[in-house]
């Protein structure tokens, strides 16, 4: 087994080096190509299945999920309230990560449920500074190279401290979700709110978003 990884590994180092995609750096084509050798590895070690945290009780939140809201990348307001009768979907994301992959199954999520299930990125530099492009940037670096349609919010802190966005301060926060105190523990962490408000479940990086029970 740990032959079939090396050799596996070595292909893909070549593949990243030798097709570097013209709108990513070298890095971050290399990355892409090794996304799917990555969530193998966590598969195969398990880290998937450890890696999840569910609202096995259906636990209601203490306050309202539909009492937030957040900036858009456009500086625009988006209001939770309107969310009411979907599912929500919140991913922190980052460009020069190794699961920035995971952008393509995401936005294959969003075009799949369509107006059912709401997909919101919110890009943060919080692990390892692997977000430090403008929210302009990360939009276009989305849309080339991913055709990423939607709804990524303006960049900002979603792990604890004094700058961490409101809807995270509800999503780490058993007082005011009902339950669950998790945060983030890499880029492309998820969190899945049902139509009623009440948070689901807590999804690692090591989870592909096709494998998030949605339905």
Request: glycine share 6%.
């Amino acid at each position: 087994m740990k032959r079939i990884l090396l050799i596996l590994m070595a292909v893909l180092v070549v593949a990243g080096l030798l097709i570097k995609k013209p709108d990513m750096t070298w890095k971050q084509s290399f990355l892409k190509a090794a996304y799917p050798l990555i969530m193998f590895v966590g598969k195969l070690t398990g880290q998937s299945k450890k890696s999840m945290l569910m609202n096995d009780k259906a636990v209601k939140p203490n306050t309202s999920f539909y009492d937030l809201s957040a900036i858009k990348n456009n500086g625009d307001t988006l209001h939770f309230n309107t969310l009411k009768g979907k599912k929500v979907l919140l991913v922190n994301t980052a460009s020069d990560c190794g699961y920035t992959g995971q952008y393509d199954a995401l936005e294959k999520l969003h075009q799949q449920y369509g107006e059912s299930l709401v997909v919101i990125g919110f890009p943060a530099n919080d692990f390892k500074e692997q977000e430090k492009k403008s929210d302009e940037d990360i939009a276009a670096f989305c849309k080339l190279n991913f055709g990423v349609t939607f709804q990524l919010m303006k960049k900002g802190q979603v792990i604890k401290g004094a700058n961490q966005q409101p809807v995270y301060q509800w999503l780490t926060d058993a007082a005011k979700n009902g339950w669950c105190s998790k945060q983030p523990d890499w880029n492309f962490s998820k969190y899945l709110i049902n139509e009623n408000g009440v948070l689901d479940g807590y999804y690692s990086q090591w989870v592909e978003p096709n494998d998030i029970p949605i339905n």
